[in-house]
């Protein structure tokens, strides 16, 4: 059984950094594209970024700057390192990644941002 394992999230200060890491723990063939969301209380999940096999990127406009998503394909890993973070990036952050027929999805990692 395919399972995504994220870590990396915590509690951190405004301005401070965090990277987010998540491997699949089986194997999952003709992995496409990989991506980061987050989902903050009472709204929607949104895209914060995703990155192909041949690596172009998306950012969602309010993080472009501060993170940078990344992936090792060998280890079938993604990673989004976040720098400036804000209380506004409080949320719980999901990876995904797209299989052949379907999409995984991890459990969630907590990242908190104080004043």
């Known amino acids: 059984q395919v399972q995504l394992v994220e870590s990396g999230g915590g509690l951190v200060q405004a301005g401070g950094s965090l990277r987010l890491s998540c491997a699949a723990s089986?194997?999952?063939?003709?992995?496409?594209?990989m991506g980061w969301y987050r989902q903050a209380p009472e709204k929607q999940r949104e895209l914060v970024a995703s990155i192909t096999r041949g690596g172009n990127t998306y950012y969602l406009a309010s993080v472009k700057g501060r993170f940078t998503i990344s992936r090792d394909n060998a280890k079938n890993t993604v990673y989004l390192q976040m720098n400036s973070l804000k209380p506004e990036d409080t949320a719980v952050y999901y990876c995904?990644?797209?299989?052949?027929?379907?999409?995984?999805w991890g459990k969630g990692t907590l990242v908190t941002v104080s004043s």
């Open positions: 995904q990644m797209e299989g052949t027929v379907i999409n995984y």
């Open positions: 089986g194997t999952i063939f003709n992995i496409g594209a």
